[in-house]
């Protein structure tokens, strides 16, 4: 896109598969703001944070990595789940993965050692979920930040089941699938071979890729995607765990530097054996408002080709562990 009077063009981009119509406007990016968007979520001390360890002793845990007592990540049940085994008209699981018991320290700060257990334990919690015959739906997903819906400042994510596959899900599962009729070939696989050549690239190094999306719904959204066509994070080898946690890392890393909240999450049918694996990381930086809303039109101010430069930058947090 060239640039005309000092301000860039915008351009409507379609996603056919994620049927998602955007609109690219860099000039809007411009426009004045008299509100703070980017708040975190006011901290509390460890003694009163109910995921700190000497707060979670006697919780029962669903699922632990290292010893119980000094554990470095863990699966509780969610008190306050949306869905559950004893609610009969939304059946489900939901459970929080505490990712680390260090308090008051984002996901970005940790090593890539925590990074890697994280994944293996999403594999653990997915595998375990699914063996409930009743499940058809399987999220796992993070907020970070206020603006994400983060609600405590702890670093966490979650684990969501339920017999109810969302209609979108679907929907894209159908076009995938008619892609594949049509050409004979993976549309995902197709996606990274053609992103990885191209200006939205933001790693590619060994069994996984990096790149922002065409039609990015977001501000410096990207997606993380392994190479291999592999259906859900339960089959990826440790060599694919390892690959993925350092780009995931380095991703968190460069938003956690310009302290912008985010949300990621891969998600899994759990009747379709032959998705692609992928991870997705959606920004807040920008909020939806009426045009979005009224139009469903959704309006992106940053260029994927612009996010994907941003990623390139090497900039880092401070590193513990």
């Not at 301000?7 to 598969?17: C, F, G, L, T």
């Not at 994510?157 to 017999?163: E, N, P």
Request: aromatic residues 10%; charged residues 25%; hydrophobic residues 35%.
């Amino acid at each position: 896109m060239k640039k005309q009077g000092g301000v860039q063009p915008s351009e409507i981009r379609i996603d056919y598969i994620h049927d998602r119509s955007v609109i690219i406007a860099p000039g809007r990016s411009k426009r004045p703001h008299d509100f703070e968007t980017h708040s975190m979520p006011t901290g509390v001390p460890a003694s009163e944070c109910v995921f700190c360890r000497g707060n979670l002793e006697k919780v029962k845990a669903l699922d632990v990595v290292g010893p119980r007592n000094k554990w470095q990540l863990i699966s509780l049940k969610n008190v306050f789940p949306v869905v559950s085994p004893d609610f009969p008209k939304a059946y489900g699981h939901q459970e929080v993965i505490v990712e680390t018991p260090e308090h008051d320290v984002e996901l970005a700060e940790l090593p890539v050692e925590q990074f890697e257990k994280l994944i293996g334990l999403y594999a653990k919690r997915s595998n375990a979920l699914s063996a409930d015959k009743k499940i058809r739906y399987i999220l796992i997903f993070k907020n970070n930040g206020g603006r994400a819906g983060a609600s405590i400042n702890h670093a966490h994510s979650q684990v969501f089941a339920s017999t109810f596959l969302p209609p979108h899900i679907q929907d894209k599962l159908t076009r995938a699938q008619e892609y594949r009729i049509r050409y004979g070939r993976c549309y995902y696989c197709d996606l990274w071979r053609k992103e990885v050549k191209g200006p939205r690239r933001i790693i590619n190094d060994g069994t996984f890729t990096a790149f922002a999306p065409y039609a990015s719904s977001y501000n410096y959204e990207a997606w993380l995607i392994s190479k291999r066509h592999v259906d859900n994070v339960e089959q990826l080898t440790g060599e694919e765990r390892r690959d993925m946690a350092k780009m995931l890392k380095r991703l968190l890393e460069r938003l956690a530097v310009a302290k912008i909240p985010y949300n990621f999450y891969l998600h899994q049918d759990i009747v379709y054996p032959d998705e692609h694996f992928y991870l997705r990381i959606a920004p807040r930086r920008d909020v939806w408002a009426g045009m979005e809303l009224g139009s469903r039109l959704i309006v992106n101010t940053v260029a994927p080709e612009e996010a994907a430069r941003f990623y390139r930058e090497v900039k880092t947090t401070k590193k513990t562990g």
